[in-house]
């Protein structure tokens, strides 16, 4: 005996027990034909429900070594919606995080991420990108210290200043507008500061060194006549 099979959607197989991929989802009617050696022939028609499989998307930040690399996933699937996701980095078997959003602070070189999503209707799918993450410039600042009502200088003691393209100076994380390498500040009451400067290398990777200074009241001076 032999067999044909109508897919619904143009195409015919002629093997006992066909695998078939579908190029949309949809609602088809399967028709198979079983013909005897005596020329009878059996058919039965069943309807059969294609489901859309979820279209893995995701965009990551610029990955810098030593800095946080974020992850969105923006997968989408027709008629259903996205309900599981499991993030993993390399070939490791374990996910490192489960959220519509991950990360994770990389060192330099080249990491390929996956993501794998499960949606309402039961369809799964997966995809991966290799992301490539650059060095970080170092970072390193000078300070001279002084007493209240004084000038305070910082100085930007960066290595390799000609990898650097920009520079950004914070005063208890309030950007200042001096962006120069040398940064002149007065401050006006006695207490504790966080000084931070932020330098960017020429592949726009940031880097950031922070610092605590402690600026002292001047001492009371009475005269007495």
């Known amino acids: 005996q032999s067999y044909l099979w109508d897919f619904g959607d143009g195409f015919q197989s002629t093997v006992f027990a066909p695998n078939y991929t579908y190029a949309s989802s949809g609602l088809y009617q399967v028709t198979q034909q079983v013909i005897a050696d005596n020329g009878c022939v059996r058919t039965e028609t069943?309807?059969?429900?294609?489901?859309d499989i979820p279209t893995i998307n995701f965009q990551n930040t610029t990955g810098c070594a030593g800095n946080l690399l974020e992850l969105t996933d923006e997968s989408v699937v027709d008629r259903a919606d996205i309900v599981q996701r499991?993030?993993?980095?390399?070939?490791?078997?374990?996910?490192?995080?489960?959220g519509i959003s991950a990360s994770f602070t990389p060192e330099q070189g080249t990491y390929e991420v996956t993501l794998s999503?499960?949606?309402?209707?039961?369809?799964?799918?997966?995809?991966?990108?290799?992301?490539?993450?650059?060095?970080?410039?170092?970072?390193?600042?000078?300070?001279?210290?002084?007493?209240?009502?004084?000038?305070?200088?910082?100085?930007?003691?960066?290595?390799?200043?000609?990898?650097?393209?920009?520079?950004?100076?914070?005063?208890?994380?309030?950007?200042?507008?001096?962006?120069?390498?040398?940064?002149?500040?007065?401050?006006?009451?006695?207490?504790?500061?966080?000084?931070?400067?932020?330098?960017?290398?020429?592949?726009?990777?940031?880097?950031?060194?922070?610092?605590?200074?402690?600026?002292?009241?001047?001492?009371?001076?009475?005269?007495?006549?």
């Open 46 to 51: 069943e309807q059969v429900e294609v489901l």
């Open 86 to 98: 499991y993030w993993y980095l390399d070939e490791a078997m374990n996910p490192f995080d489960s």
């Open 117 to 225: 999503v499960l949606a309402t209707n039961g369809c799964s799918s997966e995809g991966f990108r290799s992301i490539h993450v650059d060095e970080s410039p170092e970072a390193a600042l000078d300070i001279a210290n002084t007493c209240n009502g004084e000038i305070w200088t910082f100085t930007d003691e960066s290595p390799n200043p000609s990898r650097l393209i920009d520079r950004a100076w914070y005063i208890n994380g309030i950007v200042q507008e001096n962006t120069s390498k040398e940064f002149i500040h007065l401050f006006d009451s006695p207490g504790t500061y966080t000084v931070a400067l932020e330098v960017t290398g020429v592949n726009f990777c940031p880097t950031t060194v922070i610092s605590e200074v402690e600026v002292l009241g001047l001492p009371d001076v009475r005269i007495q006549s």
